[in-house]
T-cell receptor, first 114, second 111 residues
Framework: DAGITQSPRHKVTETGTPVTLRCHQT?????MYWYRQDPGHGLRLIHY???????DKGEVSDGYSVSRSKTEDFLLTLESATSSQTSVYFC?????????????FGPGTRLTVT | DQQVKQNSPSLSVQEGRISILNCDYT??????FLWYKKYPAEGPTFLIS?????DKNEDGRFTVFLNKSAKHLSLHIVPSQPGDSAVYFC??????????FGTGTSLTVIP
């Protein structure tokens, strides 16, 4: 299994509070991603990183920010959580090699905003 | 607008038979395609990928077929096993960096 951990694994928070989710990898992969999974939508990309301090927006980036100060850590922050951000959040990593890419996911964080 | 579509929400197959999961895409710039399996309460597990220069890639019981002219790919699982029961996602990428996912197909393999 790819060495990807996410913390916390579960969190309940109140509307309006800030929340930070952490993703940690031990594979030294260049690319890191944050997705959310919701019924009927599959997985949707929130933000991704292509190197330390290099990030870009995904399909559903509004209300989220990210930071990557080290290769191994990618943080997702909800500045002011809303009920629409209740979801399961997955971190993923990949490395661009010759041929088709492979992407590996963490175990997920279930976030509930009340 | 969903660029990657899995039009069958569910599929049931007898153990030992072939499972065929389908995926369609709309963006002709997609060059890389991936399949994942997901069990409840776990992260997706990478299964197999293919680049647009190929039309078939095989790994054990899993084979992915790509039809670029039809913008269609499929995952074949032969023979199907009860442990294959899961939700399967296809994903596509124009560059190998940013990935777009379908909504998933729930496969049930009946013993």
């Amino acid at each position: 299994d790819a060495g990807i951990t996410q913390s916390p694994r579960h969190k309940v928070t109140e509307t309006g509070t800030p929340v930070t989710l952490r993703c940690h990898q031990t594979e030294n992969h260049r690319y890191m991603y944050w997705y959310r999974q919701d019924p009927g939508h599959g997985l949707r990309l929130i933000h991704y990183s292509y190197g330390v301090k290099d990030t870009d927006k995904g399909e559903v980036s509004d209300g989220y920010s990210v930071s990557r100060s080290k290769t191994e850590d990618f943080l997702l922050t909800l500045e002011s959580a809303t009920s629409s951000q209740t979801s399961v959040y997955f971190c993923a990593i990949s490395e661009k090699l010759a041929g088709a890419p492979e992407q590996y996911f963490g175990p997920g964080t279930r976030l509930t905003v009340t | 607008d969903q660029q990657v579509k899995q039009n069958s929400p569910s599929l049931s197959v007898q153990e030992g038979r072939i499972s065929i999961l389908n995926c369609d895409y709309t963006n002709s710039m997609f060059d890389y395609f991936l399949w994942y399996k997901k069990y409840p309460a776990e992260g997706p597990t990478f299964l197999i990928s293919i680049s647009s220069i190929k039309d078939k890639n095989e790994d054990g019981r899993f084979t992915v077929f790509l039809n670029k002219s039809a913008k269609h790919l499929s995952l074949h699982i032969v023979p199907s096993q009860p442990g294959d029961s899961a939700v399967y996602f296809c994903a596509a990428s124009p560059t190998g960096n940013q990935f777009y996912f379908g909504t998933g197909t729930s496969l049930t393999v009946i013993p």
